[in-house]
């Protein structure tokens, strides 16, 4: 038998968007809300795993909360492990809890896209409401949200950190302590939202003080299987919870599962490119053909030196990147497309999900990211079985302007490391070789053989109101009453920063629309 429940809203995904969406819709105490999630649920600090509560990198104790999908990233790297948060918190419960504002060329040209609601000048008030920052409590930041923003200590650098900041100063690049200052570029110190070691994941900040409120209920370890409509009105959700089947109602419904899994679960209800849809034998009822494309996301090439013996003792840090270059890749006709990190990483085994990889003793690592990418990739449905994972497919350096802007970078940091101004703490290079430096074709090679995922996938049910969208500038699904997706994926465009802060700003501000709330001006939050 199938059992019911009803509400008013229900949230799929109670990740960096559902969690804000449910504690922002409850303050509301006449609106009935059920967050589904797939994952587990650790309700407070005192009784979460460690490898939750402390903030660090993913390893191989994260294993149990995480979708361990695979995605082809390019012709030679056809299945790189792709993997996202699958608990309480989604991925802001796992993450690595950078915490960057979207800049301002992202944004407005969100707003050329999506409408003026979505302009830079309009979403700054709501990265303001996020965050507490604690080390520039002053008027461009936000002091009294519930997310702590602190930068790692000076005094608490790595030697490799603290090198890497005086050679980038050395080489003109500007110093950069805030970089969510507005137009802030150079090289300076990476903001976090931890505090005293704690990931303050959206489950921690923001779920934490909602749970006693009558009015909200969070259904873990349930997965959501697909979207009922009637006609064009969605009516409920049909998920599989550990008790058994479950159909629950609702007014309104809000897929907030993520960049892959919303567009996955709306072609599994139908809605989406017809020809996508039929392939696995779903019923079309909607043919919107932008559902599962426009996956927006962050290339990353890591390259790699041994430690000099006269380094010392090696800093193993949970996150070991503490300072970041932000500039504009070299020979690009694009602006701030470029991160270049420096870190000493350690031995512990790195998990990236689907493959375990034991690194081989401590390194100094330089990473750059391709931070605005050209090329776009897809997310199709490979069987209309909800348990089979999409095809994904990134699309990583595909058009020539990555490719050359991803070979300028790698160049550039394995100059940054050759520099003197790091003899004693570098030693020899180790990835990419001197053989796959040795021309263009050689590092396009390895570049496509290496290329990494930075994990942040966009752009996949994208807000505006021309064929491609999906969902209009508040999150509501172009055709359909009563459906919305809010979330990573309803980004036009994947920002030039980690996309995690943004997408808080995206619940914020989707929630104050759904509430009736005006929406929040810079004026009105500096008197708050
Ligand atoms: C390893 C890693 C490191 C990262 N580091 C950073 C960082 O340092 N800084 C940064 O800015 N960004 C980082 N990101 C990216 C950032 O965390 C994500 O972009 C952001 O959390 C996305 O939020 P979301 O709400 O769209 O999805 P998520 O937070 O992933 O939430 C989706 C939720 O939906 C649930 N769900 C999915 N399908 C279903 C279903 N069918 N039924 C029920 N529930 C479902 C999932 O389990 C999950 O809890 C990182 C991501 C990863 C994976």
Redesign the pocket.
């Known amino acids: 038998m199938v059992a019911r429940a009803r509400y008013d809203t229900v949230i ?9 969406l449910a504690a922002r819709l409850t303050e509301d105490r006449g609106r009935a809300v059920c967050v ?4 587990p649920d650790h309700p407070d600090l005192e009784t979460m795993p460690d490898e939750l509560r402390t903030a660090s ?2 390893d191989e104790r ?1 294993a149990p909360y ?2 361990h999908h695979t995605a082809r990233a390019t012709a030679l790297r056809p299945a790189l492990a ?19 504002w979207a800049l301002r060329p992202d944004l407005d040209g969100w707003a050329r896209v999506a409408g003026p609601s979505w302009s830079y000048e309009a979403c700054v008030p709501y990265f303001r409401r996020i965050e507490s920052d604690l080390d520039f409590p002053n008027g461009a930041h936000g002091t009294t949200g519930p997310v702590p923003v602190e930068r790692p200590a000076r005094a608490a650098w790595s030697k490799a950190a603290a090198a890497y900041h005086e050679l980038c100063l050395s080489l003109g690049y500007p110093d950069c302590p805030d970089f969510n200052a507005p137009d802030a570029v150079g090289i300076g110190p990476v903001p ?2 931890k505090r005293d070691g704690v990931r303050m994941s ?1 489950a921690v900040a923001y779920l934490a003080p909602a749970r006693a409120r009558p009015n909200l209920r969070i259904l873990a370890r ?4 697909r979207v009922v409509c009637e006609g064009t009105r969605a009516v409920a959700v049909e ?1 599989a919870t550990e008790m058994g089947p479950l159909v629950v109602g609702a007014g309104e419904i809000v897929l ?7 567009p ?2 709306l072609m599994l209800s139908g809605i989406g490119p017809s020809e996508d849809v039929v392939r696995v034998g779903i019923e079309p009822i909607a043919d919107l053909r932008g559902v599962g494309r426009n996956l927006r996301n962050h290339p990353l090439c890591a390259t790699a030196w041994s430690l000099a013996p006269t380094y010392g003792e090696p800093e193993l840090l949970g ?1 070991p990147w503490q300072t970041q270059l932000r500039t504009t890749a070299p020979g690009s006709r694009d602006r701030e497309d470029a991160c270049l990190g420096m870190a000493v990483l350690g031995s512990r085994p790195v998990a990236t ?1 689907a493959r375990v990889t034991a690194t081989s003793g401590p390194k100094l690592g330089i990473s750059t990211l391709l931070m605005h990418a050209a090329s776009r990739g897809t997310v199709r449905l490979a069987s209309d079985d ?1 348990d089979v994972q999409p095809d994904i497919d990134l699309s990583y350096l595909a058009e020539t302007t990555d490719l050359d802007r991803m070979r300028a970078m790698v160049r550039l940091a394995v100059e940054l490391g050759r520099h003197s101004r790091l003899d004693g703490l570098r030693g020899e290079l180790l990835d990419p070789t001197p053989a796959d430096l040795a021309s263009d074709a050689a590092l396009d090679e390895w570049m496509l053989r290496n290329v990494l995922t ?5 752009g996949t049910c994208r807000m505006g109101s021309d064929d491609d969208s999906v969902v209009d500038d508040q999150g509501r699904v172009h055709g359909f009453e009563g459906l919305r997706v ?4 309803i980004m036009p465009d994947c920002p030039r ?8 700003m ?2 914020e501000k989707v929630a104050d629309a759904m509430r009736g709330i005006a929406p929040a001006t810079s004026a009105a939050r500096a008197s708050a």
């Open positions: 799929v995904g109670a990740g960096s968007a559902g969690a804000i589904i999630e797939a994952g990198m993913i994260h995480l979708w792709a993997p996202s948060g699958r608990v309480v918190g989604g991925s802001s419960a796992i993450n690595t809890t950078v915490f960057l976090f939202n959206t349930s997965c959501a299987r998920v907030s599962a993520g960049a892959i899994a919303s996955q679960l996150i999900a909800p930075s994990h942040h996938p966009a809010v979330d990573a994926s920063v980690n996309v995690n802060a943004t997408t808080m995206v619940a």
